[in-house]
């Protein structure tokens, strides 16, 4: 079955970085877009970015220019690079197959003022 494991979340200081990493089996890597999302306390789930097949990527307004997503298709890997981190982007984040309901089960990313 699809199974994703998220990895690389914790404890970090408003404007430090961190890297998420999300680790991918069961399905066919190559074929498939990905996606991050993340859930703060309290909020519903929302978007944060999204890679296609093709490595074209979308971002929320929120983390443009912050965050960077990318995948590795050997490693059937994506990843999320976390730069300038706010407290407003402590939260949950999930891997998600994208417009597909597999997710992860997240990795907490906490971000101190």
């Known amino acids: 079955q699809v199974q994703l494991v998220e990895s690389g979340g914790g404890l970090v200081q408003a404007g430090e970085s961190l890297r998420l990493s999300c680790a991918a089996s069961?399905?066919?890597?190559?074929?498939?877009?990905f996606a991050w999302y993340r859930q703060a306390p309290g909020k519903q789930r929302e978007f944060v970015a999204s890679i296609r097949v093709n490595r074209d990527t979308d971002y929320a307004n929120s983390v443009k220019g912050r965050f960077t997503i990318s995948r590795d298709n050997d490693k059937n890997s994506v990843y999320l690079q976390m730069n300038n981190l706010k407290p407003e982007d402590t939260g949950v984040y999930y891997c998600?197959?994208?417009?597909?309901?597999?997710w992860g089960t997240g990795t907490l990313v906490t971000v101190s003022s």
């Open positions: 069961g399905l066919l890597f190559n074929i498939n877009a």
């Open positions: 998600n197959v994208y417009r597909n309901n597999y």
